[in-house]
């Protein structure tokens, strides 16, 4: 019974200090990207830094959420997305740090085989089929690529 006890305050215990170390995380996180922003939104990159064709991946802090993002410039217009399929809450590179199909004319899901529109985000194939991704704001300040949070209720975040 004893054993029992000390096991659970240890436990409990690495709990408690895994929650202040993410807690700390966060808020090293959320100053970084207020040094780093600009207008409301974070400098991702220089727009001269990302070629057409390529995507740079980012993080924001929106409210009280981290929001793992990606950044593509589509023929020289840029977009950013939140780094997440409709389908299920996996990223779209999952694995291979990959975001376009192989003929690279869609954003792919490689968890899910889901086709997303660059330019929209609309999924035109795979189980989302309807959706869109999460958009993000995109502006181009001095050179300087700038991603927002979106506004409203950002819950959906959450899942």
Not at 63 to 75: M, P, S, T, W
Not at 113 to 120: D, I, K, N, R, V
Not at 124 to 147: F, H, M, N, T
């Amino acid at each position: 019974m004893e054993i029992t006890i000390y096991l659970s305050l240890v436990f409990l215990t690495l709990y408690v200090i895994g929650l202040i170390i993410r807690r700390i995380i966060f808020l090293r996180a959320r100053r970084r990207m207020r040094e780093e922003s600009r207008w409301g939104g974070r400098i991702i990159a220089r727009a001269d830094e990302v070629e057409p064709g390529s995507v740079k991946k980012f993080w924001l802090i929106c409210q009280k959420y981290r929001v793992d993002g990606f950044l593509i410039n589509d023929a020289g217009n840029f977009y950013a997305y939140v780094n997440r399929c409709r389908h299920m809450t996996t990223p779209l590179d999952f694995v291979r740090d990959q975001f376009f199909s192989e003929d690279r004319r869609y954003l792919m899901c490689y968890t899910h085989g889901a086709l997303y529109e660059p330019a929209t985000g609309f999924c035109i194939a795979g189980p989302c089929k309807g959706e869109s991704l999460y958009r993000l704001p995109v502006q181009v300040d001095r050179g300087d690529i700038l991603v927002g949070c979106p506004e409203g209720d950002l819950s959906f975040l959450a899942e």
